[in-house]
């Protein structure tokens, strides 16, 4: 059984300065991992995936997350976040054979000018 | 642009009607598509796993006689959620993978936002 914990439901950040999103997984598997976000209203769009290449992964947007195994974390960072970063975030697990996803519980951004 | 379109984005309808909600791959085909539920707030919960020319599977505690899925071609599938209450007002979202790929992202409709009145 595979499970993903965000462990930030809010986070709040002045724009211009960084952003960090936590993650930590479990997975009998080799995990794949992802980052995706979700505007109000609105489906979800991919950020950045992790799939046993290269541990630190760039996203979309100025994004980037790295795989940590010996921590089970993949966080979510960014160096200086955008009014338009404001949405929700989604950390995934996929099983290691029909692509079923597993979604963390989400973190609500709020970038304040 | 969009990769996977849901249709329609928002329905609004009396209680006792069926609704039907249309998810479409455009540029692939899609021999698995996946169908959630969000409440609001919430994270995304699996509903079910749509595939072409089979049953569809349900996960635990979802009623299969209330939420029908036809996933009749490689390119769509449909969710009609019958005789809707109140209860199952939500945002409903489809997400679908290019077929033959494993550990792929999944790319997802807009949602459907379902009020029943």
């Known amino acids: 059984a595979q499970s993903v914990t965000q462990l930030d439901s809010h986070v709040s950040v002045s724009e211009g300065t960084p952003v960090l999103l936590r993650c930590n997984y479990s997975?009998?598997?080799?995990?794949?991992l992802f980052w995706y976000v979700q505007h109000p209203n609105k489906g979800l769009q991919l950020l950045l995936k992790y799939t046993s290449a290269a541990t630190l992964v760039k996203g979309i947007n100025g994004f980037e997350a790295e795989f940590k195994k010996s921590e089970t974390s993949f966080h979510l960072t960014k160096p200086s976040a955008h009014m338009s970063d404001a949405a929700e975030y989604f950390c995934?697990?996929?099983?290691?054979?029909?692509?079923?996803?597993?979604f963390g519980g989400g973190t609500r951004v709020l970038v304040k000018p | 642009g969009a990769v996977v379109s849901q249709h329609p984005s928002w329905v609004i309808c009396k209680s006792g009607t069926s609704v039907k909600i249309e998810c479409r791959s455009l540029?692939?085909?899609?021999?698995?598509m996946f169908w959630y539920r969000q409440f609001p707030k919430q994270s995304l919960m699996l509903m079910a796993t749509?595939?072409?020319?089979?049953?569809?599977?349900?996960e635990q505690g979802v009623e299969k006689d209330k939420f029908l899925i036809n996933h009749a071609s490689l390119t769509l599938s449909t969710l009609t959620v019958t005789s809707a209450h109140p209860e199952d007002s939500s945002f409903y979202i489809c997400?679908?993978?290019?077929?033959?790929?494993?550990?792929?992202?999944?790319?997802f409709g807009d949602g459907t936002r379902l009020s029943i009145l």
């Open positions: 995934v697990v996929s099983e290691a054979a029909g692509n079923k996803l597993t």
């Open positions: 749509s595939n072409e020319g089979s049953k569809a599977t349900y």
């Open positions: 997400s679908a993978g290019r077929q033959g790929v494993v550990n792929q992202p999944q790319h």
């Open positions: 997975s009998s598997y080799s995990p794949s």
């Open positions: 540029d692939f085909q899609a021999t698995t």
